[in-house]
């Protein structure tokens, strides 16, 4: 077994373990419907304890690429076969019990106004400056930092352009990408999504969801080459793309060519071991516009979103829209990299999931 924990890496044995199996399975060397070794065989021959070993099988199955079957171990259930048949039997959704601009859970004012306090102090005047066109450069760098180490996603700065919430973000990437386009999204989907294609006058196709993401029949004849998706938490429907689902969508903007915008809305209060992972993260093909917002995670009010452009969009980006001014006032830029900076932000984050996890146990 050629797996190894190196100890100088800041990351866990269990992680390591869980990405080099990761690995193996999205390359084939474990197949759909395969037994896993089983955790003492994992544990003796990498030189790991058996807790690590299940960890790391639990990050697995909590990212859809194995699952546990009682007195029989664990099973791959993550496919590479492309436009595999879509599940005969009907979707079954669980709505979500909320709408996306319902209030954020709550984030502590005496924390927000100490930030707003220092901030004043600390930048003075130029809390009165002109945003550059992009965002402040301390916001970007910031987010860059934040997805960096808890989205796994690696962006420069000039990548990252900052908009107040996601509507004017949707409307952005129709500039860049042109409205000569065919649109695809999830059915049912959130309503401005639709609402701000459709005012743009782009051409739009909605795509049934399935129970683990879009049927994948929809999806390979869709004439479409942008395809705008909600991976966690679709809403209304409260679909959750599986692993196999998301390397699919991959695999169909590789295809031909085509786009993808992950809209990551409320993905940092996923239950999961680990954060949620984003298809950003895992092109090789430099063809996936990540969005995510504030709006959930701090409060409706702040109006901040963000996208991080794949590397060959930035200069077709400056060229045709570099001229737009950033549309959020640079003190609240500044404010929110403080949180961001400080941890004040990650700490409100995993005090919500603690919460939620507690909630869920004691139902």
Request: charged letters at 25%; glycine letters at 6%; hydrophobic letters at 35%.
């Amino acid at each position: 077994m050629k797996y190894v924990i190196d100890s100088s890496q800041r990351r866990a044995a269990y992680q390591q373990l869980y990405l080099q199996l990761r690995e193996d399975i999205v390359g084939g060397i474990y197949t759909f419907g395969e037994k896993l070794p089983s955790k003492r065989t994992v544990a003796e021959e990498v030189g790991v304890s058996t807790v690590t070993v299940e960890h790391a099988y639990a990050l697995l199955c909590d990212e859809g690429y194995a699952e546990a079957r009682e007195r029989s171990g664990f099973f791959v259930v993550f496919r590479t076969e492309e436009g595999f048949a879509a599940p005969s039997r009907p979707a079954v959704f669980h709505p979500v019990p909320h709408s996306r601009t319902d209030a954020s859970p709550e984030f502590p004012l005496s924390v927000l106004t100490k930030t707003m306090r220092s901030v004043m102090a600390d930048y003075q005047q130029r809390i009165l400056e002109r945003s550059p066109n992009c965002g402040t450069m301390e916001l970007r760098e910031a987010i860059r930092k934040y997805l960096a180490r808890s989205r796994g996603i690696a962006a420069d700065c000039e990548q990252i352009v900052i908009g107040s919430g996601s509507e004017y973000l949707y409307g952005l990437i129709v500039e860049l990408l042109g409205r000569d386009r065919t649109y695809a999204i999830e059915s049912p989907s959130y309503k401005k999504i639709e609402q701000v294609y459709c005012a743009a006058g782009v051409s739009l196709l909605p795509l049934p969801l399935g129970n683990d993401g879009i049927e994948s029949r929809a999806l390979w004849d869709a004439q479409a080459q942008v395809l705008h998706i909600s991976p966690y938490r679709s809403f209304p429907s409260g679909v959750t793309a599986s692993a196999s689902k998301r390397h699919e969508y991959l695999r169909w903007a590789h295809s031909g060519e085509r786009f993808i915008i992950e809209d990551d809305f409320e993905s940092e209060f996923s239950l999961s071991k680990k954060a949620e992972e984003t298809l950003f993260s895992h092109t090789e093909h430099d063809n996936v516009i990540y969005m995510n917002t504030f709006s959930k995670t701090l409060s409706p009010s702040f109006r901040i979103g963000y996208m991080v452009l794949p590397h060959r969009l930035v200069a077709p980006f400056k060229e045709r829209l570099g001229f737009y001014s950033c549309t959020v006032p640079t003190y609240m830029q500044f404010v929110l990299s403080a949180l961001l900076e400080n941890g004040d932000f990650e700490r409100h984050i995993n005090r919500v999931r603690r919460k939620k996890r507690k909630e869920l146990l004691g139902k």
